[in-house]
Protein backbone atom coordinates (compact mmCIF):
# COMPACT_ATOMS: atom_id res chain seq x y z
CA UNK A 1 0.00 0.00 0.00
CA UNK A 2 0.77 3.51 -0.81
CA UNK A 3 -0.19 6.74 1.72
CA UNK A 4 -1.03 9.45 -0.62
CA UNK A 5 0.70 12.00 1.73
CA UNK A 6 4.36 9.99 1.34
CA UNK A 7 3.71 9.91 -2.56
CA UNK A 8 3.55 13.80 -2.36
CA UNK A 9 6.34 14.22 -0.80
CA UNK A 10 8.65 11.62 -2.44
CA UNK A 11 7.34 13.07 -6.02
CA UNK A 12 9.36 16.40 -4.22
CA UNK A 13 12.32 14.35 -3.79
CA UNK A 14 15.81 15.39 -5.80
CA UNK A 15 15.95 11.41 -6.43
CA UNK A 16 12.66 11.63 -7.67
CA UNK A 17 13.46 14.58 -10.01
CA UNK A 18 16.99 13.06 -10.77
CA UNK A 19 15.36 9.81 -12.13
CA UNK A 20 12.87 11.55 -13.99
CA UNK A 21 15.66 14.25 -15.44
CA UNK A 22 17.06 10.57 -16.93
CA UNK A 23 13.91 9.21 -18.33
CA UNK A 24 13.15 11.86 -20.24
CA UNK A 25 14.00 11.49 -24.20
CA UNK A 26 14.16 13.99 -26.60
CA UNK A 27 15.56 17.63 -26.78
CA UNK A 28 13.52 19.83 -28.69
CA UNK A 29 10.50 18.16 -27.67
CA UNK A 30 11.30 16.06 -24.69
CA UNK A 31 9.25 12.69 -24.46
CA UNK A 32 7.86 11.17 -20.72
CA UNK A 33 5.43 8.75 -20.66
CA UNK A 34 3.54 6.12 -18.77
CA UNK A 35 5.88 3.55 -19.67
CA UNK A 36 9.17 5.87 -18.26
CA UNK A 37 7.40 6.15 -15.36
CA UNK A 38 6.96 2.54 -14.90
CA UNK A 39 10.84 2.49 -14.54
CA UNK A 40 10.97 4.54 -11.60
CA UNK A 41 12.60 3.49 -8.88
CA UNK A 42 10.57 4.53 -5.27
CA UNK A 43 11.22 2.34 -1.73
CA UNK A 44 8.48 1.92 -0.01
CA UNK A 45 8.34 1.10 3.68
CA UNK A 46 5.65 0.01 5.87
CA UNK A 47 2.48 1.59 5.75
CA UNK A 48 3.01 2.97 8.99
CA UNK A 49 7.12 4.33 8.26
CA UNK A 50 5.13 6.17 5.26
CA UNK A 51 2.38 7.78 7.45
CA UNK A 52 5.08 8.94 9.91
CA UNK A 53 7.39 9.81 7.65
CA UNK A 54 4.82 12.15 5.80
CA UNK A 55 3.46 13.69 9.08
CA UNK A 56 6.58 14.59 10.19
CA UNK A 57 7.65 16.12 6.95
CA UNK A 58 4.43 18.30 7.09
CA UNK A 59 5.03 19.60 10.08
CA UNK A 60 8.30 20.39 8.97
CA UNK A 61 6.57 22.08 6.38
CA UNK A 62 4.03 23.54 8.00
CA UNK A 63 6.36 25.17 10.42
CA UNK A 64 8.26 26.43 7.46
CA UNK A 65 5.90 28.03 5.70
CA UNK A 66 4.60 29.92 9.19
CA UNK A 67 7.97 30.91 9.72
CA UNK A 68 8.37 31.98 6.08
CA UNK A 69 5.06 34.56 6.48
CA UNK A 70 6.83 35.89 9.92
CA UNK A 71 9.96 36.63 8.35
CA UNK A 72 7.78 38.34 5.34
CA UNK A 73 5.60 40.66 7.95
CA UNK A 74 9.24 41.76 9.30
CA UNK A 75 10.53 42.33 6.33
CA UNK A 76 7.46 44.24 4.93
CA UNK A 77 7.25 45.82 8.34
CA UNK A 78 11.76 47.24 7.94
CA UNK A 79 10.79 48.67 4.26
CA UNK A 80 7.66 50.57 5.32
CA UNK A 81 10.22 51.92 8.33
CA UNK A 82 12.16 54.70 6.35
CA UNK A 83 9.00 56.04 4.33
CA UNK A 84 7.94 56.61 8.28
CA UNK A 85 10.78 58.12 9.38
CA UNK A 86 10.90 59.97 6.43
CA UNK A 87 7.32 61.35 6.89
CA UNK A 88 8.48 62.58 10.85
CA UNK A 89 11.31 64.11 9.32
CA UNK A 90 9.50 66.53 7.25
CA UNK A 91 7.01 67.08 9.42
CA UNK A 92 9.85 68.36 11.93
CA UNK A 93 8.85 65.55 14.86
CA UNK A 94 12.27 64.16 14.71
Do not use: C, W
Request: hydrophobic residues 45%; proline residues 5%.
Amino acid sequence: QLNINFLYFYLKTSQFIRQIDILITGSAQPNFGPSHLATVVMPVPSLELQKKIASGLNGKTTAASLAQQSIQQELDTIEALPASLLRKAFKGEL
